[in-house]
């Protein structure tokens, strides 16, 4: 089934260009379907990429999905045009009385700060506590990921030596997990993160469990299941070019930054890097819409009771 979004998000041109089968609004309608609703709190600064990147991965499933785009009201982003997010996005104060069989929060440029000293942060806490009571399945993106083991079992992240940049294998670690179905032994993962959680601390909670992990570049995925949460430290759903972009700008700002590793052909720049994760990008959300559509009942008024 094709997902429905607005007809008019940018993002739409850019997944029709793709050959994906993207729904109208009166197309929708007419099918005598309960869609799967999923929000996409979209904490990222470049919100029409992230839209991309989420939007073509949910919306090549099986099921018909209803996206729904959400921001922060206690927070207003300076790098996003106002007329975009007033179009596109609602406030979770607008949509925190309904119902949703999956919720997705992303990352966000703020992963050295404390958790406290984000402007959002109380915001962001009261998501996570409605996600118990609102959401059949919530998955946490890198940033997002942390914050949301912060908040629910008070474990830290700690600050890299220098940043985790790149391509990493990483070991599928629960095989016969419904998430990791289909999965290689092996999964290579783009990374980008100044901070990681400990295996130790997360091993140390009843009902964590780690899915994916890496000798290099450490954490990748936690699944919650009494909280119906997944913390994912790292990008399935990125872009074959992402990791050159963030590289080619930190040059520019002059930032301390490494070649990525295991990224361009040879370690050579001039060399576009092949997409070697689109394939377990698709099956990883594909799994976790599935496993979504199990759990969630077909009243959405019963979600969560």
Not at 16 to 37: F, N, S, Y
Not at 73 to 80: I, K, L
Not at 223 to 231: C, G, L, S
Not at 275 to 297: C, E, K
Request: net charge negative; proline share 7%.
């Amino acid at each position: 089934m094709p997902i429905k979004i607005p007809d008019d998000l940018p993002a739409r041109q850019n997944l029709e260009a793709e050959g994906m089968v993207v729904m109208t609004e009166a197309d929708a309608i007419r099918q005598d379907i309960r869609p799967l609703r999923i929000g996409l709190l979209n904490l990222m600064p470049q919100k029409q990429k992230t839209e991309t990147q989420i939007a073509r991965l949910i919306g090549a499933t099986p099921l018909q999905i209803d996206l729904t785009l959400i921001t922060t009201g206690s927070y207003v982003p300076g790098n996003v045009s106002r007329h975009h997010l007033s179009t596109f996005y609602c406030t979770w104060d607008e949509v925190k009385a309904e119902k949703f069989d999956g919720f997705i929060v992303t990352g966000a440029p703020v992963e050295t700060l404390p958790f406290e000293h984000v402007k959002y942060w109380d915001e962001l806490r009261r998501i996570f506590d409605w996600t118990q009571t609102n959401v059949t399945s919530t998955l946490n993106i890198c940033w997002g990921g942390q914050a949301a083991l912060h908040h629910f079992y008070g474990i830290e992240k700690y600050e890299l030596p220098q940043k985790m940049f790149g391509v990493f294998p990483h070991r599928v670690e629960q095989p016969t997990a419904p998430l990791m179905r289909g999965f290689c032994d092996t999964v290579l993962i783009p990374v980008s993160r100044h901070t990681e959680n400990r295996r130790a601390e997360i091993e140390a909670v009843d009902g964590l469990t780690v899915l994916l992990d890496s000798e290099e570049s450490g954490l990748c995925m936690v699944e919650d299941r009494a909280r119906r949460q997944i913390y994912m430290f790292n990008h399935l759903e990125y872009d074959a070019w992402t990791l050159g972009d963030e590289y080619e700008r930190d040059l520019r700002e002059g930032l301390p930054i490494d070649l990525p590793r295991h990224y361009y052909p040879g370690d050579d720049p001039s060399k576009s890097a092949p997409n070697v994760w689109r394939s377990h990008g698709h099956l990883f959300i594909g799994n976790w819409i599935d496993q979504a559509y199990q759990m969630t009942p077909f009243d959405p008024t019963l979600i969560g009771t």
